[in-house]
């Protein structure tokens, strides 16, 4: 079975600081992980994603992520949170297990102080 | 833009009656999936259709269908409506099973 659990519902940085938002996943075989952020009101927007390449994935605006199977983890990173980075992130799992499953996190709520 | 289309934006209406959300994916794509978002539930998997076949499951009701067309938009209808079907439903396409997905901008229901 796959699960995703993103270990901070919120997460508040100032702006020009790092920003790490941890997920860690469960899965019997080698998934797909994504990043998405959600903007209010928004839709859904792919940051990055890790399908069994290179294990640190850059994706768009700065961020990259980690995939450490040792420690089943895949926290998203960036190294200067700008204003804009205010959103919903989701960690998201997905492959086939008899039945192709997509598994969204609950989410991280970023804050960025100015 | 994602290239995904979703209508309406939004829709209201009363408990009992049944509504179609109707989504377009992207030129190429045929994945189609189908997503809940409330406040309580968090964002919930559907259903997808690759093709026009259904591919999985995730949690939707029986009240719920949906299916994909040849053209490949796909419709999702919910019926016996609850107030607890407000929500926000987003549809996602990707070339294939694996892919990364792309959102549209969902639509969101009321239920009165």
């Known amino acids: 079975a796959q699960s995703v659990t993103q270990l901070d519902s919120h997460v508040s940085v100032s702006e020009g600081t790092p920003v790490l938002l941890r997920c860690n996943y469960s899965?019997?075989?080698?998934?797909?992980l994504f990043w998405y952020v959600q903007h209010p009101n928004k839709g859904l927007q792919l940051l990055l994603k890790y399908t069994s390449a290179a294990t640190l994935v850059k994706g768009i605006n700065g961020f990259e992520a980690e995939f450490k199977k040792s420690e089943t983890s895949f926290h998203l990173t960036k190294p200067s949170a700008h204003m804009s980075d205010a959103a919903e992130y989701f960690c998201?799992?997905?492959?086939?297990?008899?039945?192709?499953?997509?598994?969204f996190g609950a989410g991280t709520r970023l804050f960025v102080k100015a | 833009d994602s290239g995904v289309t979703q209508t309406p934006k939004h829709l209201i209406t009363a408990t009992g009656q049944r509504v179609t959300l109707r989504c377009s994916p992207r030129?190429?794509?045929?994945?189609v999936y189908w997503y809940q978002q409330s406040l309580d539930q968090g964002l919930q998997f559907l259903i997808q259709?690759?093709?026009?076949?259904?591919?999985a499951k995730g949690n939707i009701l029986e009240r719920f269908s949906a299916q994909q067309f040849p053209d490949l938009h796909s419709e999702l209808n919910l019926s016996s409506l609850e107030l607890g079907d407000s929500a926000l439903y987003f549809c996602a396409s990707s070339a294939g099973v694996y892919n990364e997905q792309f959102f549209g901008p969902g639509t969101r229901l009321t239920v009165l």
């Open positions: 998201v799992v997905s492959g086939d297990t008899g039945g192709f499953k997509t598994i």
């Open positions: 030129s190429g794509d045929l994945s």
């Open positions: 259709y690759y093709n026009g076949e259904e591919r």
């Open positions: 899965s019997s075989y080698s998934p797909s």
